[in-house]
T-cell receptor, first 112, second 113 residues
Framework: GEDVEQSLFLSVREGDSSVINCTYT??????LYWYKQEPGAGLQLLTY?????DMKQDQRLTVLLNKKDKHLSLRIADTQTGDSAIYFC????????????FGKGTRLSVIA | SQTIHQWPATLVQPVGSPLSLECTVE??????LYWYRQAAGRGLQLLFY??????ISSEVPQNLSASRPQDRQFILSSKKLLLSDSGFYLC????????????FGSGTRLTVV
């Protein structure tokens, strides 16, 4: 079955780069997503990548996709205290109406 | 533009009481709708999803139910709450092809006492 795995915690110093990793099992995944959840709030879509892409960059965010290893990463450059949140990786296979599969989330703590 | 509304934001209910959480979407038609639960501030558990009026798929057997009485309205209910129903409930919607992922509501914090 489908599964998405993430490490649970990451701690970085303000100004450093953060790299959040995700692995998935469904090789037929078409779109992969990164969501951010701040305390007490809903999830906010940060970025997504199509499976036919290797990399996508959006300001401080860089997404890397290794389809061979089924590995997705999110790099946040110049990490700020406002980046402290839980980050969820998610995947979908666009046949039928199967829902997104989410990882358990990585809690990023930024130390000033 | 599309918006999603979820209420109430916070709810404290006694064990055995009923529950009704409501979610509505504006600015789109025939959205896919989802209910998730997040326990202890961690992973998301998909509870129900709907691809059309009256079409509900249940992912987890439990004492919760969902209904979609109108195209853009999704309701999560329970006849008798359990302590284990406490958590953060999130509603979300997506276009049929889900290209741009889900848009989530702001969530309801439910505490069963």
């Amino acid at each position: 079955g489908e599964d998405v795995e993430q490490s649970l915690f990451l701690s970085v110093r303000e100004g450093d780069s953060s790299v959040i990793n995700c692995t998935y099992t469904d090789s037929s995944s078409t779109y992969l997503y990164w969501y951010k959840q701040e305390p007490g709030a809903g999830l906010q879509l940060l970025t997504y990548i199509f499976s036919n892409m290797d990399m996508k960059q959006d300001q401080r965010l860089t997404v890397l996709l290794n389809k061979k290893d089924k590995h997705l990463s999110l790099r946040i450059a110049d990490t700020q205290t406002g980046d402290s949140a839980i980050y969820f990786c998610a995947e979908t296979f666009l046949a039928g109406n199967t829902p997104l599969v989410f990882g358990k989330g990585t809690r990023l703590s930024v130390i000033a | 533009s599309q918006t999603i509304h979820q209420w109430p934001a916070t709810l404290v209910q006694p064990v055995g009481s009923p529950l009704s959480l409501e979610c509505t979407v504006e600015g789109t038609s025939n959205p896919n709708l989802y209910w998730y639960r997040q326990a202890a501030g961690r992973g998301l558990q998909l509870l129900f999803y709907s691809v059309g009026i009256g079409q509900i798929s249940s992912e987890v057997p439990q004492n919760l139910s969902a209904s979609r009485p109108q195209d853009r309205q999704f309701i999560l209910s329970s006849k008798k709450l359990l302590l284990s129903d406490s958590g953060f409930y999130l509603c979300a919607w997506s276009e049929g092809d889900r290209t741009y992922g889900y848009t989530f509501g702001s969530g309801t914090r439910l505490t069963v006492v």
